[in-house]
């Protein structure tokens, strides 16, 4: 079982930055890709970024060139970097791991564990 916790969520204005992080219990963290979703209430997950067991990265296109996901495995801990905040981008934002595939993947489906989410606001 991995238990997720996300936290460095707040309220920033446009072009403002943040940096979520997503503690993860259990020993396989190394060996789970990993993922940042994000959701708005009425709409459906979305997948922002993810990263790869082996460490290759993907982005939405409408956060790339903004959003860093990284992954620290000695401290089992996922992050993402967010500059040049939009006010669309106002979201809760969620971690996700799985263990059992080990590439990159934006959809929500190829997930089996899930955080509890943190609140990002950007006003304008």
């Known amino acids: 079982q991995v238990q997720l916790v996300e936290s460095g969520g707040g309220s920033v204005q446009a072009g403002g930055s943040l940096r979520l992080s997503c503690a993860a219990s259990?020993?396989?963290?190394?060996?789970?890709?990993m993922g940042w979703f994000r959701q708005v209430p009425g709409k459906e997950r979305e997948g922002v970024a993810a990263?790869?067991?082996?460490?290759?990265?993907y982005y939405a296109d409408a956060v790339q060139g903004r959003f860093t996901i990284s992954k620290d495995n000695a401290k089992n801990t996922l992050y993402l970097q967010m500059n040049s905040l939009k006010p669309e981008d106002t979201a809760m934002y969620y971690c996700?791991?799985?263990?059992?595939?080990?590439?990159?993947?934006?959809?929500?489906?190829?997930?089996?564990?899930w955080g509890q989410g943190t609140q990002v606001t950007v006003s304008s």
């Open positions: 990263i790869a067991t082996y460490g290759t990265a």
């Open positions: 259990g020993n396989s963290y190394s060996k789970m890709r």
């Open positions: 996700a791991a799985d263990a059992r595939r080990i590439g990159g993947s934006l959809r929500s489906s190829g997930y089996d564990y």
